[in-house]
Nanobody, 115 residues
Framework: VQLQASGGGLVQAGGSLRLSCAAS????????MAWFRQTPGKEREFVARVDVASRTYYADFAKGRFTISRDNAKNTVYLQMNSLKPEDTAVYYC??????????WGQGTQVTVSS
């Protein structure tokens, strides 16, 4: 599986963005998928994940504002981000796991939230 993230951009505080992560390969449905984010000088942090049964899990800061979903027919995972805050500014990465940790990563997409 190879991952290609897109959908980042510049948005005002309170706005919304939807990130997409398209996966190559025929086994997408067998991977758990996740979004992480990273800002300069900080460690990459978990945002949300969706498992193969489409169960979802969120970091506390994402609960109620972000929604992760997957479309296995399109080999794509999404992150809908609403009520964005300047502190959400980061490079967002999608990742895939076949059960041995998050070992497949996309290239990242920049999200900038202006105040």
């Amino acid at each position: 599986v190879q991952l290609q993230a897109s959908g980042g951009g510049l948005v005002q505080a309170g706005g919304s963005l939807r990130l997409s992560c398209a996966a190559s390969g025929r086994t997408f449905s067998t991977y758990a998928m996740a979004w992480f984010r990273q800002t300069p000088g900080k460690e990459r942090e978990f945002v949300a994940r969706v498992d193969v049964a489409s169960r979802t899990y969120y970091a506390d800061f994402a609960k109620g504002r972000f929604t992760i979903s997957r479309d296995n027919a399109k080999n794509t995972v999404y992150l809908q981000m609403n009520s964005l805050k300047p502190e959400d500014t980061a490079v967002y990465y999608c990742a895939a796991s076949s059960g041995r940790g998050w070992n497949i990563w996309g290239q990242g997409t920049q999200v900038t939230v202006s105040s």
